[in-house]
């Protein structure tokens, strides 16, 4: 069963249903817009259930899960670092809802401000410094210097 | 020819060229710097200010301006683990992680460094190979270029890991990259694929949001677990020298560099397979060049190596690109169309004419790479030292900076809001592709390929129907595909068995 919820098990199950989505989906097309998906389709669903039968299964040995990429701090508790990797994707999202809600000008000043007082307790000074920073960037830059278009977010488009 | 070579340089430096030219090294320092500008875009909006320069000023402006932005886009990737231009991502793997030993400045010195040499090889491949290059690339139609993507997504999968398993989820990412640019418009029948009704994804899924996705979500999440600094509570190295240390790196490493400089070259002059191919297959190669699978563990750990092959390769591969361009009118990327775009604003077309009433403007244009990158790399010297010191800025600090630069850097590429949440799905699957020990580049390397690998695929089943297998070329180019997958896993094999031999 824990072999079941492993995130190994997660992700190659994952590929296997894009991989399942893209061959069905292929099935409504017409043969020269289908040809590549499937023949792509069909190794990415034969291999991603040979992996996911290998995550249940098999025995990985050590250096195999070794990929030539960054790997995840090991030196922190790990109930500590799941604590923390939640609350930085919730505060990701977040940032995320705030330029949806208020658009862009408005929300990284917020989430700047936000983000140094509550999740890193930085002083207040240095959090109004560094809001400014992120003010003048937002503003000064890309806004007034590279005019570029920021939709106005929910909030203020019922303002308007 | 060598009068008109000097003719060339001497054009560079007079001193309307010479200031046109630092304004463009100027705006290109920056535009690689900050995530959210990128090199193409910016060359497009420079584009009408040329209408009053002379055609060496206007190209002096251009080129300055774009040569350098992947220079410094290897700083933004090796200080906060976002790449600074899409074709500086691979720069990420071993040169943040190399920042997070605390030894960003031999990184960056690295990447500085290897920078200049793959600059100055590809503006003299320029320089030497527009004579003979029309040969080269007529060899190579859409039969050769469809096996060469599957060569380059097979190279990368087979040196992302050790061991079968290994192998297996390499092959798997390079394939679900290869599926994620299928998303779009099919190009042949005009079809909707995979796009859920949605307008935003009828032009397909865009490489910046992806890319900042991938590399930049997992490592803030990583910052925010350890709750230091990007350096951590390391003992910092003396900054000064780590510089130097990676500089001398270069050197070392100098058949590597130049190796590494050779395949960015070649890859820019094939037409639509651009940089952000480039670096993933010169990363592939310095992996490779581990003598044994104990040392290839230290790629992605690291390995300064890794900073040194894809720092050479795409700014080589600038040099390559520009020769179809000038040789024919083929751009080889979306910058090179750009750039073409110049010419014709010049009242100059590309081609035979380049070779004899335009010389001297083409020996401008490599003196000008040659020039703008010493240029950059000399005063981006200077700066290394403050530059790597922001690696001891605490995480909490740095990080609200990090992700406002992510999400602009996504944003800009389309100004969509769709881009944002692109940025934080491959965000996620980036972060758990991590966790779960699946190498990122050849996803990435797949997804650069996978339209140019459809379209090739396309056009040689139709023009050959399956006769296209049989080309001599094609022939040889899957029995390399065949090597590289399984050499790996043989040549481990054969050393496992001659370790407990010699025990």
């Known amino acids: 069963m824990k072999a079941l919820v492993s995130s190994r098990f997660i992700l190659s199950f994952a590929a296997a249903c894009i991989a399942g989505y893209a061959l069905y989906a292929s099935l409504h097309w017409s043969f020269k817009t289908a040809l590549f998906p499937r023949v792509i389709g069909i190794p990415l669903l034969m291999l991603a259930l040979i992996e996911m039968a290998l995550s249940i299964w098999g025995v990985e040995r050590e250096r195999e899960g070794h990929a030539v990429d960054f790997e995840l701090t090991t030196t922190v508790e790990p109930a500590l670092a799941r604590k923390r990797t939640l609350v930085i994707f919730a505060w990701i999202l977040g940032f995320l809802v705030l330029i949806l809600a208020v658009g862009f000008p408005l929300a990284v000043p917020i989430f700047v401000f936000a983000y140094l007082r509550i999740a890193g307790r930085e002083p207040l000074t240095l959090s109004i410094v560094l809001t400014l920073v992120s003010w003048i960037f937002i503003e000064g830059v890309f806004d007034r210097f590279l005019h570029i278009p920021f939709p106005d977010g929910w909030i203020l488009g019922l303002w308007r | 020819m060598l009068d008109t070579f000097i003719q060339g340089l001497f054009a560079v430096f007079q001193w309307q060229t010479f200031l046109v030219m630092l304004l463009g090294i100027f705006l290109g320092f920056w535009v690689g710097l900050l995530p959210g500008l990128g090199g193409t875009t910016t060359l497009a909006l420079m584009l009408p200010f040329i209408y009053k320069m002379s055609p060496v ?3 002096a402006f251009l080129l300055g301006m774009h040569s350098v932005v992947s ?150 999440v990583d910052l925010a677990v350890r709750g230091t600094s990007i350096a951590g509570e390391l003992p910092q190295e003396n900054l000064s020298k780590g510089v130097w240390t990676g500089v001398k790196d270069t050197f070392v490493h100098l058949g590597l560099t130049v190796r590494c400089s050779l395949v960015g070259t070649f890859i820019g002059i094939m037409p639509g397979l651009g940089g952000g191919v480039a670096q993933w297959i010169a990363y592939g190669h310095a992996v490779q060049s581990a003598r044994d699978s104990e040392e290839r563990t230290g790629f992605g750990r690291g390995d300064v190596r890794g900073v040194l092959g894809p720092g050479a390769a795409n700014n080589s591969k600038e040099g390559g690109s520009l020769i179809p361009t000038i040789a024919f009118g083929v751009p080889g990327s979306s910058s090179m169309a750009i750039l073409l775009g110049a010419f014709f604003l010049q009242g100059i077309s590309p081609g035979p004419d380049m070779l004899d009433k335009h010389l001297v403007l083409t020996f401008s244009m490599v003196w000008t790479m040659v020039v703008a990158n010493i240029i950059t790399v000399a005063v981006s010297l200077f700066f290394l030292n403050y530059l790597a010191k922001l690696t001891l800025i605490r995480g909490p600090v740095l990080i609200p900076f990090v992700l406002f630069f992510s999400f602009i850097g996504a944003y800009t590429s389309n100004n969509h809001l769709g881009d944002l949440a692109v940025l934080l799905a491959f965000g996620f699957f980036g972060y758990l592709m991590i966790r779960c020990g699946w190498p990122r580049a050849p996803l990435v390397l797949g997804f650069v390929l996978g339209r140019i690998a459809e379209n090739n695929f396309y056009i040689s089943t139709i023009r050959y129907g399956s006769a296209w297998v049989g080309r001599p070329l094609v022939l040889m180019l899957i029995s390399l595909t065949v090597i590289v997958l399984f050499f790996p896993l043989i040549r481990s094999k054969w050393q496992e068995s001659t370790k407990g031999e010699t025990q």
Not at chain 2, 149 to 175: D, H, K, P, Q
């Open chain 2, 57 to 59: 000023e206007a190209f």
């Open chain 2, 71 to 220: 220079t410094t886009g290897d700083i933004t990737s090796v200080l906060f683990g976002i790449p600074g231009e899409g074709t500086t991502a691979a720069t990420i793997l071993d040169g943040h992680a190399m920042a997070k030993k605390g030894e960003a400045g031999r990184a960056l010195g690295a990447a500085l460094m290897s920078s200049l040499i793959g600059a100055l090889i590809g503006a003299f491949a320029l320089a030497l190979s527009i004579p003979i290059v029309r040969p080269l690339v007529l060899t190579f139609g859409a039969p050769e270029l469809f096996m060469l993507a599957v060569v380059g997504v097979a190279f990368i999968s087979s040196l992302s890991g050790e061991g079968g398993r290994a192998l297996l989820r390499g092959i798997l990412a390079g394939l679900l990259g290869l599926l994620f640019a299928l998303v779009g418009q099919d190009p042949q029948a005009g079809v909707q694929r995979f796009t859920f009704g949605q307008l935003y994804l009828w032009n397909g899924l865009d490489l910046v949001p992806v890319l900042v996705g991938l590399f930049a979500i997992p490592e803030i």
